[in-house]
């Protein structure tokens, strides 16, 4: 095996092993984000906080959005009002 198939070997090895930290801490940073919400009886399970956290890293304003969250939530309990489900 020359020096460069076994540099190319390691780097593989390295961003596999990289990339695998990075999806168990992204899980365990949600899981914690989870019990927040939980705590604070936010009604939100993981995929919506998912949603909301991808958001916020692709340049949304975490103001903003939970104004439009909180907004949603108003309407959705008016409409359940409206035609008592």
Do not use: W
């Not at 190319?8 to 990075?22: A, P, R, T």
């Not at 340049?59 to 309990?77: D, Q, R, S």
């Amino acid at each position: 095996m020359s020096a460069n198939q076994n540099n190319s070997s390691n780097f593989k090895s390295q961003l596999k092993v990289s990339l695998s930290q990075e999806k168990e801490e992204a899980q365990e940073t949600l899981e914690i984000i989870h019990e927040m919400s939980q705590i604070l009886n936010c009604g939100l399970d993981r995929q919506q906080l998912a949603v909301l956290v991808s958001m916020i890293e692709n340049g949304v304003n975490p103001e903003a959005l939970a104004l439009v969250v909180n907004e949603m939530k108003t309407e959705l309990n008016t409409y359940k009002k409206i035609h008592k489900q």
